[in-house]
């Protein structure tokens, strides 16, 4: 629950601080924004799981957003899409956190009603 409400302040300040940045960046912003998605799914399975790790969480949210964004800066400069590397692992884990995520809560509710 203390996820979700992180994630919503987050949303509500980043809305309301206008941060603007030159389109030459969007490239690695987006992906290394897909990389931290992950890292708050990863988050947010590991509470419902009962195994969440704040130290993991945070290392796992700075540490795969650089090294998305420096996947993403390195294939720039090389002439080779490496971002298409972050884009298939990050979004393919963020979606299998996603239906992990709902099964969980799905289950919950079913044993629940079974229960009563």
Do not use: C, W
Not at 42 to 61: C, H, K, L, S
Not at 91 to 114: E, H, S, T
């Amino acid at each position: 629950m203390v996820t979700l409400v992180g994630l919503a302040l987050g949303v509500i300040i980043g809305y309301y601080i206008p941060v603007t940045y030159p389109d030459s960046y969007s490239l690695y912003i987006s992906v290394a924004i897909l990389a931290s998605l992950d890292s708050v799914f990863g988050a947010i399975r590991a509470n419902i799981e009962g195994n969440y790790d704040n130290i993991i969480f945070i290392t796992g949210f700075f540490g795969n957003a650089i090294i998305a964004g420096f996947l993403a800066y390195v294939g720039d400069k090389l002439g080779v899409p490496l971002y298409y590397a972050s884009i298939f692992v990050f979004g393919g884990r963020l979606f299998q956190n996603f239906a992990i995520i709902r099964r969980r809560i799905f289950d919950r509710f079913v044993i629940k009603k079974r229960g009563n």
